[in-house]
């Protein structure tokens, strides 16, 4: 017999996992794959998230098989797999089960609905019998609790009363008893609805397994339980007064009662439903729609009573929730509407003029794109590697363009990224000035320049990935030889001298060729100046 261990043999720094032998039977083979899938897994994302690294994770793999050899962990795939199994059944459950005690009470080809019923019933009783052998992540104290005593009770103590009620097998019960209580077996099979807080708990589970956004997950639970709380009230509101009148045999209701004045109850199961369906929606909002068919017995007062303040609760709670998702989706932008209301309060403050006011708004605009991040809290967190490649990709565009990053080193190029400072210039905006000692070189990221002459003689116009100014890098007694000035608004990133001379200059190479670039330029436009 194979003994399962999960970190042989190491290799390049990387555990292998033990693999089938040849010679191992089926059986064997089916057993050792149950082992593997009910331990922790690396495919597993809570796993990684609660655990964070590859040696936890095998530690808890030998911790498991050692002394808990019989228990579920939490972040296996067999634990996985149950969830989305249940899931599904118990949103058929949910759908299922009060439409068919509903619409379907009395009918002579029930058959297939209480088949269905029971096996989500039984599916749900083995689910009970599953989550006692199931471990569980204890948040307090950071640890995954393996234990038999410390699992019992933590599910004693949490949802098991309510798993418990609503997987009892009513039908069961009643076949036992008394089996003339046909519309009583079906309104006690809605204790199904005890159930719901499982749903909540394994579908937020998956949702973490998915690592899907928790705000857009609050907003499609939360508009798939408003769609559930409708349909469960349909269905209650035509078999209460079923209910009311015979808990034995399917009768006709009052003739106060709003099935009669409505005149639905010989129709089609699906015309009922739909029916029901309009009255519980017009009572969740309350439209008006039920002045003709008011509520005159008194179940239906009750129910009415009830569903009112209900369901003006369940409607506030999901305009919350929406204005909580959208302000989430949304955050970046309300931040730049609020920092542009806030300019906006200072500019007037300073009582600054109209053009002026209309160029810091246009900066604004440019440089954060209708979207406001926190950028340097952001990056503050990050790891050196992190902000590097945040850096190499905002870059990308420049260091594809430039032909002055060409059959650069990688280690070379991420180091004068890391060293480039972004700057803004509006339309008109004086870069760089002639006859003026400089100190740094532009990279054109987006934009377009003009350079002129010291007597204002255009000389050319450069555009995304040019680059100028390296005069003042190569040459620091030279002053600058050109003005230059934004054509349109541009993005440049600036070199510092200092920066540039620890970077570049140990690089003789490199340093030789961007000097002979600087000496031709300077050049040309000595020319130029004495014409």
């Known amino acids: 017999m194979l003994l399962y261990d999960d970190c042989l043999s190491s290799k390049g720094g990387k555990c292998e996992e033990r693999r089938y032998e040849p010679e191992m039977s089926r059986t064997n083979r089916f057993f050792l794959f149950f082992k593997e899938c009910h331990m922790a897994s690396h495919k597993n994302q809570r796993a990684q998230r609660y655990l964070r690294s590859h040696a936890s994770i095998v530690y808890e793999k030998r911790r498991h098989a050692s002394h808990y050899k019989y228990i579920i ?92 009620v609503g997987s009892f097998p009513t039908d069961l019960f009643f076949c036992m008893g008394d089996n003339t209580y046909i519309v009583g077996r079906e309104v006690y099979s809605l204790i199904f609805l005890f159930r719901c807080q499982s749903l909540w708990k394994y579908s937020s589970e998956v949702s973490k397994d998915y690592a899907s956004r928790r705000a857009l997950f609050d907003f499609f639970s939360t508009l798939y339980w408003l769609i559930m709380i409708l349909h469960w009230q349909a269905c209650i509101y035509w078999i209460v007064p079923l209910a009311f009148t015979s808990m034995y045999e399917v009768k006709r209701p009052v003739d106060d009662s709003w099935i009669h004045k409505a005149d639905v109850w010989k ?139 060409n059959n650069l080193p990688l280690s070379i190029l991420a180091r004068i990224v890391a060293l480039l400072k972004s700057e803004i210039f509006l339309t008109n905006d004086l870069i760089v000035r002639a006859n003026q000692t400089g100190d740094c070189m532009y990279f054109i990221a987006t934009g377009t320049v003009a350079v002129y002459t010291s007597t204002g003689k255009e000389v050319c116009h450069l555009e995304d990935g040019a680059h100028f100014g390296e005069i003042a890098l190569v040459m620091p007694d030279a002053k600058r030889v050109a003005s230059v000035v934004a054509v349109e608004t541009c993005k440049l990133y600036k070199l510092e001298r200092a920066d540039f001379a620890r970077t570049i200059h140990p690089y003789p190479m490199l340093w030789e060729r961007i000097r002979k670039i600087a000496i031709e330029r300077h050049e040309k436009t000595t020319i130029m100046n004495a014409q």
């Open 267 to 405: 129709d089609s199961t699906l015309f009922r439903y739909g029916h029901c369906m309009l009255r519980s929606i017009a009572t969740f909002m309350h439209s008006g729609f039920l002045v003709k068919n008011e509520p005159k017995t008194q179940e239906d007062q009750v129910l009415v009573i009830i569903f009112h303040p209900f369901g003006t609760l369940v409607f506030c709670f999901l305009i919350a929730k929406v204005m909580q998702f959208f302000k989430g989706i949304n955050s970046s932008k309300l931040k730049y509407q609020a920092a542009l209301a806030h300019l906006s309060q200072y500019m007037s403050h300073k009582q600054l003029p109209r053009r002026t006011q209309k160029r810091i708004v246009n900066f604004y605009e440019f440089r954060f794109q209708s979207r406001f991040f926190r950028e340097p809290e952001i990056l503050a967190i990050l790891s050196m590697q992190m902000r590097q490649e945040i850096r190499m990709h905002s870059c990308r565009k420049l260091v594809e363009n430039v032909t002055f990053f």
């Open 73 to 164: 962990h939490p972040f296996s795939l067999l634990r996985f797999w149950w969830i989305s199994l249940m899931i599904v059944v118990l949103v058929i459950g949910i759908l299922a089960i009060p439409y068919a005690a509903a619409f379907c009470v009395g009918e002579k080809n029930k058959l297939p609905w209480t088949i269905l019923k029971n096996t989500i019933i039984c599916l749900c009783c083995c689910d009970i019998v599953v989550n006692f052998f199931t471990g569980y992540f204890d948040k307090s104290n950071n640890v995954v609790e393996l234990g038999s005593k410390a699992i019992a009770m933590n599910y004693l103590k949490g949802g098991f009363i309510l798993d418990f």
